[in-house]
């Protein structure tokens, strides 16, 4: 005779992951403010940089974990994390180890997600009739290019690109591939700011994370955007058939 009791339970454990995330980004949001900031960064690059020389692999081992936390349960500092990653390590490889830690945090909350609501409600979704259904189907018919466009355009909340495909039944690979993909060009160019802090330091003055926003360094990006879009466009045009 199967045993009912536990199932309650076990239907509440898919969920501890999300609630265990949601709950420690509030108390970071609250908590961490005042150590994962720039002037924290400024403060301590003296130390950073010794151990660094002392301890290489580790302070890359521990920088990339501590990333990965950071995104995972969506805490603040994330961009001080990418200007400490130039910091530390130059454009590259701190571009490369700020990339792997992000995909690796955004896969984290990716999971957790899809196991806590995003099966439910693609399945839904999948079930469902009229605008909702058709929706759906749109999206899984452009799932690539929809997955890279979230991660080129600026003004998409990294942590809202991270939870969208889960509620959407996107597979593992596909949001890996474009997450570690698609997030390469704004990383570049926020570690490359980082590279040149100790500049900044010496000067007393403060990073322009504005740089961003310059017509040379944006229009590149949304070109990419525009490009991930095309395909899009083009089925459109074409009602919506297959290239």
Same mark, same amino acid.
């Given at each position: 005779?199967?045993?009912?009791?536990?199932?309650?339970?076990? %239907?509440?454990?898919?969920?501890?992951? !999300? =609630?265990?995330?949601?709950?420690?980004?509030?108390? &970071?949001?609250?908590?961490? &403010?005042?150590?994962?900031?720039? +002037?924290?960064?400024?403060?301590? @690059?003296?130390?950073?940089?010794a151990f660094r020389d002392q301890h290489y692999m580790v302070t890359v081992v521990v920088f990339i974990a501590a990333y990965v936390a950071i995104v995972a349960f969506s805490l603040p500092g994330a961009t001080i994390a990418?200007?400490?990653?130039?910091? !530390?390590?130059?454009?590259?490889?701190?571009?490369?180890?700020?990339?792997? %830690?992000?995909? =690796?945090?955004?896969?984290? =909350?990716?999971?957790?997600?899809?196991?806590?609501? %995003?099966?439910?409600?693609?399945? @839904?979704? +999948?079930?469902?009739? &009229?605008?909702?259904?058709?929706?759906?189907?749109?999206?899984?018919?452009?799932?690539?290019?929809?997955?890279?466009?979230?991660?080129?355009?600026?003004?998409?909340?990294?942590?809202?690109?991270? !939870?969208?495909?889960?509620?959407? +039944?996107?597979?593992?690979?596909?949001?890996?591939? /474009?997450?570690?993909? &698609?997030?390469?060009?704004?990383t570049v160019v926020f570690t490359s700011i980082g590279a040149g802090l100790g500049e900044v330091f010496a000067r007393g003055e403060t990073p322009d994370l504005g740089v961003i926003f310059e017509p040379h360094i944006l229009?590149?990006?949304? %070109? !990419? /955007?525009?490009?991930?879009?095309?395909?899009?466009?083009?089925?459109?045009? @074409?009602?919506?058939?297959?290239?």
């Amino acid at each position: 005779m199967t045993n009912t009791s536990n199932m309650p339970k076990r %239907g509440m454990a898919r969920y501890a992951p !999300l =609630i265990a995330i949601v709950i420690v980004a509030l108390v &970071g949001a609250f908590t961490l &403010g005042d150590y994962l900031n720039f +002037e924290a960064l400024r403060d301590n @690059r003296a130390a950073l940089l010794a151990f660094r020389d002392q301890h290489y692999m580790v302070t890359v081992v521990v920088f990339i974990a501590a990333y990965v936390a950071i995104v995972a349960f969506s805490l603040p500092g994330a961009t001080i994390a990418t200007l400490t990653g130039g910091f !530390l390590f130059a454009t590259f490889p701190g571009a490369l180890f700020n990339v792997t %830690g992000a995909t =690796i945090g955004a896969t984290a =909350i990716f999971l957790a997600a899809r196991w806590g609501l %995003g099966a439910r409600l693609g399945a @839904r979704m +999948e079930t469902s009739e &009229g605008k909702i259904k058709k929706i759906k189907d749109g999206i899984d018919e452009n799932q690539w290019e929809m997955l890279f466009l979230i991660r080129l355009v600026p003004a998409i909340p990294f942590f809202v690109a991270n !939870l969208l495909p889960a509620f959407l +039944e996107v597979p593992l690979h596909r949001f890996v591939i /474009s997450t570690f993909l &698609g997030i390469i060009p704004g990383t570049v160019v926020f570690t490359s700011i980082g590279a040149g802090l100790g500049e900044v330091f010496a000067r007393g003055e403060t990073p322009d994370l504005g740089v961003i926003f310059e017509p040379h360094i944006l229009l590149p990006i949304l %070109g !990419l /955007s525009v490009l991930a879009a095309l395909p899009i466009i083009v089925k459109a045009l @074409r009602g919506g058939k297959a290239l």
